[in-house]
């Protein structure tokens, strides 16, 4: 008696003597030999154990993307998405872990609130229940379960349990105040409320048999106020975090946490720290004209480098109207008279194949629209001559003609095949650069002075070419690097296709990441392409099966994966967390547990949950599935109805028995006023035929005719304007 004393006595000095202090737990895999279900790890629904400092799992991309799927709509619908959205809204209110204050005094210690009708009505809030999985997804454990945890447990040699046993006892919780050698300690308390630990020792039966289980030091104080710590309990909901999820969140992402790991497998990162090359480019006009009418092979070896992702072949008419020039000879001049040099205009229609490329590796330098080109003509014949040179003389004349054309103008580079981009350092150069199409062109020889008659024309036009200095962008994926903390972590809601198991559009996020290189630091882009949600929420149900103790449904499953393939060695971590992960929400609906012979009837059950979503206002909860009503779950609570059901009893068919007989009618107790009404609910199938709902007293009467199993839900209204719903079932036998 004397020891307690002088126990509680040290615990008070040390409660009035130390500043409010708080502590986290880490989460990681079950990956330590130690974390056996005998002592209390990896047992039914834990998705990890916790870890020590430097050995965290955290996630490194700075948004993650979330979705629900047809099952989590269908059930929830637009106000279970909502309670989503608001959950992911309060992460999304964490701002930058190296802007809050070093004792994160601007942090509550405690962000939970009761709504007293849901607390009544067994509601599970669909927000906080959410919130407490994405808190324990950023990595962040139960800090009251791991306040003290047993790390070994065996009996003395010759000794037997319990009386021979020896426990080892760690605390796995760290305090997020740095102390001042700027260290960080482990910690008993939680948000304020200092644990101890009592350990119970069962020596057999189901796992744990031992556990070191934690009890607050001061009874008064608040316990389990972190959100990490578990789900809230009935009609209970969170307005936010706790300091101590703020501190483990800081720790997870603040910048100064450098730890190896890798991008993901669906990263890229830009290496732009290269050897300067130089780089020319091209004429954009010759690229456009051969693309038109030349296929992916050939085009590709025209212009050699060029990356074609894909091709549409187009079948078109193609409507040409050329002018020709050539020479001929008057009908009555003399065999010795030059030839004369005429026109013609040559319409064509002609089925043609075009081709529509997408380049992989082509970069548009400058483009314009329309651009000055230029006719040479080339004359060589008597039309050159003046009018009055003798007629046998041929002349040379060569003109040019500069006009404004419509077309495709400019230039372009190519970007080479084993980079993903060019980094320009600087233009060295800039030239311009003529180039020529293809020329019409006549020509004749002279029968008797031996003369050749030349006619041609050639379109000519320029590009400018820029010459540049470059570093080559190398991109290599899921890149491995000493990483900085990402700093601030945001959830965003992306819309998603439950057939294909994708999203409608997939997604590029481009951010910069920050590394560690013989104690220097750089900045690297990296592209992170996403087709699929990082966690995808859903409904199923989740109801136990036969034969299972405490068999009712839990609230949610989820899944985590863990990337383990950089920790430190010797040692569990760190690592990062990968995505692709999923909650699933229980949607097997209201579910009652009756126990012993004395309660086997509805009055008699207990009320495991129902989903809702509801705050501190004075607004009526919210109940799911989508769309039940308020009223009737109150209702529940207050009016039983009996027989309670579902089955009621048997009967023949084809009239062998009159139904009346057997049941003369429904019976109210509890909080209705009567007279009561009766009514088959609206959208419930029918009683068996040749049966009858008396809407007065309730009672089914009538002789049944078809055999088979009927399910159906009865309405019960009071004179007060009160109802219930209550499901029942009848069989007809043969």
Same mark, same amino acid.
């Given at each position: 008696?004397?020891?307690?004393?002088?126990?509680?006595?040290?615990?008070?000095?040390?409660?009035?003597?130390?500043?409010?202090?708080?502590?986290?737990?880490?989460?990681?895999?079950?990956?330590?030999?130690?974390?056996?279900?005998?002592?209390?790890?990896?047992?039914?629904?834990?998705?990890?154990?916790?870890?020590?400092?430097?050995?965290?799992?955290?996630?490194?991309?700075?948004?993650?993307?979330?979705?629900?799927?047809? %099952?989590? *709509?269908?059930?929830?619908?637009?106000?279970?998405?909502?309670?989503?959205?608001?959950?992911?809204?309060?992460?999304?209110?964490?701002?930058?872990?190296?802007?809050?204050?070093?004792?994160?005094? #601007?942090?509550?210690?405690?962000? %939970?609130?009761?709504?007293?009708?849901?607390?009544?009505?067994?509601?599970?809030?669909?927000?906080?229940?959410?919130?407490?999985?994405?808190?324990?997804?950023?990595?962040?454990?139960?800090?009251?379960?791991?306040?003290?945890?047993?790390?070994?447990?065996?009996?003395?040699?010759?000794?037997?349990? &319990?009386?021979?046993?020896?426990?080892?006892?760690?605390?796995?919780?760290?305090?997020?105040?740095?102390?001042? +050698?700027?260290?960080?300690?482990?910690?008993?308390?939680?948000?304020?409320?200092?644990?101890?630990?009592?350990?119970?020792?069962?020596?057999?039966?189901?796992?744990?048999?031992?556990?070191?289980?934690?009890?607050?030091?001061?009874?008064?104080?608040?316990?389990?106020?972190?959100?990490?710590?578990?789900?809230?309990?009935?009609?209970?909901?969170?307005?936010?975090?706790?300091?101590?999820?703020?501190?483990?969140?800081?720790? *997870?992402?603040?910048?100064?946490?450098?730890?190896?790991?890798?991008?993901?497998? #669906?990263?890229? +990162?830009?290496?732009?720290?290269?050897?300067?090359?130089?780089?020319?480019?091209?004429?954009?006009?010759?690229?456009?004209?051969?693309?038109? +009418?030349?296929?992916?092979?050939?085009?590709?070896?025209?212009?050699?480098?060029?990356?074609?992702?894909?091709?549409?072949?187009?079948?078109?008419?193609?409507?040409?109207?050329?002018?020709?020039?050539?020479?001929?000879?008057?009908?009555?001049?003399?065999?010795?008279?030059?030839?004369?040099?005429?026109?013609?205009?040559?319409?064509?229609?002609?089925?043609?194949?075009?081709?529509?490329?997408?380049?992989?590796?082509?970069?548009?330098?400058?483009?314009?629209?329309?651009?000055?080109?230029?006719?040479?003509?080339?004359?060589?014949?008597?039309?050159?001559?003046?009018?009055?040179?003798?007629?046998?003389?041929?002349?040379? !004349?060569?003109?040019?003609?500069?006009?404004?054309?419509?077309?495709?103008?400019?230039?372009?580079?190519?970007? &080479?095949?084993?980079?993903?981009?060019?980094?320009?350092?600087?233009?060295?150069?800039?030239?311009?650069?003529?180039?020529?199409?293809?020329?019409?062109?006549?020509?004749?020889?002279?029968?008797?002075?031996?003369?050749?008659?030349?006619?041609?024309?050639?379109?000519?036009?320029?590009?400018?070419?820029?010459?540049?200095?470059?570093?080559?962008?190398?991109?290599?994926?899921?890149?491995?690097?000493?990483?900085?903390?990402?700093?601030?972590?945001?959830?965003?809601?992306?819309?998603?296709?439950?057939?294909?198991?994708?999203?409608?559009?997939?997604?590029?996020?481009?951010?910069?990441?920050?590394?560690?290189?013989?104690?220097?630091?750089?900045?690297?882009?990296?592209?992170?392409?996403?087709?699929?949600?990082?966690?995808?929420?859903?409904?199923?149900?989740?109801?136990?099966?036969?034969?299972?103790?405490?068999?009712?449904?839990?609230?949610?499953?989820?899944?985590?994966?863990?990337?383990?393939?950089?920790?430190?060695?010797?040692?569990?971590?760190?690592?990062?967390?990968?995505?692709?992960?999923?909650?699933?929400?229980?949607?097997?609906?209201?579910?009652?547990?009756?126990?012993?012979?004395?309660?086997?009837?509805?009055?008699?059950?207990?009320?495991?949950?129902?989903?809702?979503?509801?705050?501190?206002?004075?607004?009526?909860?919210?109940?799911?599935?989508?769309?039940?009503?308020?009223?009737?779950?109150?209702?529940?609570?207050?009016?039983?109805?009996? &027989?309670?059901?579902?089955?009621?009893?048997?009967?023949?068919?084809?009239?062998?028995?009159?139904?009346?007989?057997?049941?003369?009618?429904?019976?109210?107790?509890?909080?209705?006023?009567?007279?009561?009404?009766?009514?088959?609910?609206?959208? !419930?199938?029918?009683?068996? &035929?040749?049966?009858?709902?008396?809407?007065?007293?309730?009672?089914?009467?009538?002789?049944?005719?078809?055999?088979?199993?009927?399910?159906?839900?009865?309405?019960?209204?009071?004179?007060?304007?009160?109802?219930?719903?209550?499901?029942?079932?009848?069989?007809?036998?043969?």
């Amino acid at each position: 008696m004397v020891r307690l004393l002088k126990q509680l006595i040290l615990v008070s000095v040390l409660m009035l003597g130390v500043e409010k202090a708080g502590a986290f737990a880490l989460l990681g895999p079950v990956n330590e030999a130690y974390q056996v279900p005998v002592i209390g790890y990896n047992l039914p629904g834990d998705i990890g154990a916790p870890k020590n400092l430097e050995e965290e799992y955290r996630w490194n991309r700075p948004v993650i993307y979330y979705s629900a799927n047809q %099952t989590f *709509l269908d059930y929830f619908g637009s106000n279970g998405l909502y309670a989503i959205d608001a959950a992911c809204s309060i992460m999304n209110g964490i701002t930058n872990a190296s802007q809050y204050s070093a004792n994160l005094s #601007e942090v509550p210690m405690e962000a %939970t609130r009761e709504n007293y009708l849901a607390q009544a009505l067994s509601l599970w809030d669909v927000k906080s229940a959410t919130l407490n999985l994405l808190v324990e997804q950023m990595g962040l454990a139960e800090p009251e379960r791991y306040a003290w945890g047993l790390h070994n447990r065996y009996t003395l040699p010759g000794g037997s349990c &319990p009386a021979n046993q020896v426990y080892m006892v760690d605390i796995r919780n760290i305090d997020p105040v740095v102390t001042g +050698t700027s260290q960080l300690q482990y910690s008993s308390y939680v948000n304020g409320t200092l644990y101890s630990y009592r350990i119970l020792e069962f020596c057999t039966g189901p796992n744990p048999l031992a556990d070191a289980i934690e009890f607050a030091v001061d009874p008064t104080a608040q316990t389990f106020t972190a959100v990490a710590s578990l789900l809230p309990s009935f009609g209970g909901f969170f307005t936010g975090l706790t300091r101590d999820d703020v501190g483990g969140l800081r720790y *997870l992402l603040r910048t100064n946490n450098y730890n190896f790991e890798n991008n993901g497998n #669906e990263t890229i +990162t830009f290496i732009t720290n290269n050897t300067i090359q130089l780089l020319f480019t091209s004429n954009l006009t010759e690229l456009a004209s051969a693309s038109l +009418t030349n296929n992916a092979a050939t085009l590709s070896a025209l212009f050699p480098g060029l990356q074609v992702a894909s091709t549409v072949t187009i079948f078109t008419n193609v409507v040409s109207t050329n002018t020709i020039f050539y020479f001929v000879n008057s009908p009555f001049a003399p065999s010795s008279a030059p030839a004369q040099l005429v026109s013609a205009t040559v319409v064509t229609t002609n089925i043609a194949t075009h081709y529509r490329h997408t380049f992989a590796n082509v970069i548009t330098n400058t483009f314009f629209t329309n651009a000055l080109v230029t006719v040479v003509t080339t004359n060589i014949s008597t039309t050159a001559c003046s009018p009055f040179a003798p007629a046998d003389l041929i002349c040379q !004349s060569i003109t040019s003609t500069t006009f404004l054309t419509n077309g495709v103008f400019g230039d372009y580079f190519l970007i &080479p095949s084993n980079n993903c981009g060019v980094s320009i350092v600087s233009t060295q150069l800039i030239l311009n650069v003529g180039f020529t199409n293809p020329s019409v062109f006549a020509a004749v020889t002279g029968a008797t002075n031996l003369g050749i008659e030349v006619f041609s024309q050639t379109l000519i036009g320029t590009f400018n070419q820029y010459v540049f200095q470059i570093k080559p962008v190398n991109c290599p994926a899921n890149t491995l690097g000493d990483r900085q903390g990402i700093d601030r972590v945001q959830f965003q809601r992306r819309d998603y296709d439950s057939l294909l198991g994708r999203f409608f559009f997939p997604v590029t996020n481009d951010y910069p990441i920050v590394i560690r290189t013989n104690n220097t630091l750089s900045t690297r882009l990296v592209r992170r392409v996403i087709t699929a949600p990082d966690i995808l929420m859903e409904a199923a149900d989740l109801a136990a099966g036969p034969g299972t103790v405490n068999g009712g449904p839990g609230g949610v499953a989820r899944s985590i994966s863990y990337d383990q393939g950089n920790v430190n060695p010797g040692l569990a971590g760190p690592g990062v967390m990968n995505p692709g992960q999923s909650f699933t929400y229980n949607k097997v609906g209201p579910t009652y547990e009756n126990q012993a012979m004395d309660f086997m009837d509805q009055a008699g059950a207990l009320l495991f949950f129902i989903w809702g979503s509801f705050d501190g206002t004075t607004n009526v909860p919210v109940v799911y599935p989508n769309g039940t009503d308020i009223d009737n779950i109150i209702n529940q609570a207050l009016i039983q109805i009996t &027989p309670a059901g579902p089955a009621l009893p048997s009967i023949s068919a084809a009239g062998t028995v009159n139904y009346s007989t057997v049941f003369t009618g429904f019976t109210v107790s509890g909080g209705a006023t009567p007279p009561y009404n009766w009514s088959i609910a609206a959208g !419930s199938p029918g009683l068996p &035929p040749g049966l009858f709902l008396n809407t007065s007293t309730g009672a089914i009467t009538g002789d049944p005719t078809t055999q088979g199993i009927y399910d159906f839900t009865l309405h019960m209204t009071d004179s007060v304007g009160r109802f219930v719903e209550r499901d029942y079932s009848i069989t007809v036998l043969p």
